[in-house]
């Protein structure tokens, strides 16, 4: 049974613990992209084999009041409200999302 309390982020370190797969990082920019490269596993022997998939994942600034302050001391975020006075955290928040989903 899965803890619904738990973050989903701990859910994946937890998945890549128990393969003991490393996180390789692609992108140190926000949003901050990593890529590990997934095994096959034989059902019968539990083993990993090899395999070419290759698989990204994207940290994506959270929704939470405490990343507000951290996008607004963002270069970016201070550039973009620079130019415009009406743009803030939940703008800049989609326009990163966008480009993602």
Known sequence: MVNVSVP???LGQDCLKTY??????VSNEVPRIHKFKLPVIASETKQS???NRIIKTVSLTSGSGAANISIS???LYKQL?????EFNTFDFRVMQ?????
């Open 8 to 10: 989903k982020i701990y």
């Open 20 to 25: 003991n797969l490393k996180l390789e990082l």
């Open 49 to 51: 084999l090899q395999s």
């Open 73 to 75: 001391r963002m270069p």
């Open 81 to 85: 409200k620079a130019k415009n006075l």
């Open 97 to 101: 999302y966008r480009e993602f989903f």
